[in-house]
């Protein structure tokens, strides 16, 4: 059985950091691509940054320079540190496994709040 699993998430100041962890199983984690999406109230789901299989990496421009993704195919897990946050970062933050044939899943997501 295949579970993606966010963890991390929760209330923070305008200018914290939190770290954001993806636990996989059920998977061969280290063959598929990785990506953080979130959703704000109101709005569309959004990209946030993903890593590829072979570690590349890309991000949402609203988000290049604070936001790092990670992974850590030893644990199975993917991290998105968020650093210099803003209250437009708001949102449940999802994880989602892509295989590059397109077999997909999507964890249950973890609000992040920024807020003061």
């Known amino acids: 059985q295949v579970q993606v699993v966010e963890s991390g998430g929760g209330l923070v100041q305008p200018g914290g950091s939190l770290r954001l962890s993806c636990a996989a199983s059920?998977?061969?984690?280290?063959?598929?691509?990785m990506g953080w999406y979130r959703q704000a109230p109101g709005k569309e789901r959004e990209l946030v940054a993903v890593?590829?299989?072979?570690?590349?990496?890309n991000y949402a421009d609203s988000v290049k320079g604070r936001f790092t993704i990670s992974r850590d195919n030893a644990k199975n897990t993917v991290y998105l540190q968020m650093n210099s946050l803003k209250p437009e970062d708001t949102a449940v933050y999802y994880c989602?496994?892509?295989?590059?044939?397109?077999?997909?899943?999507w964890g249950k997501g973890t609000l992040v709040t920024v807020s003061s």
């Open positions: 989602n496994a892509v295989t590059a044939g397109g077999i997909n899943y």
């Open positions: 059920g998977i061969i984690f280290r063959i598929y691509g």
């Open positions: 890593i590829t299989s072979g570690s590349s990496t």
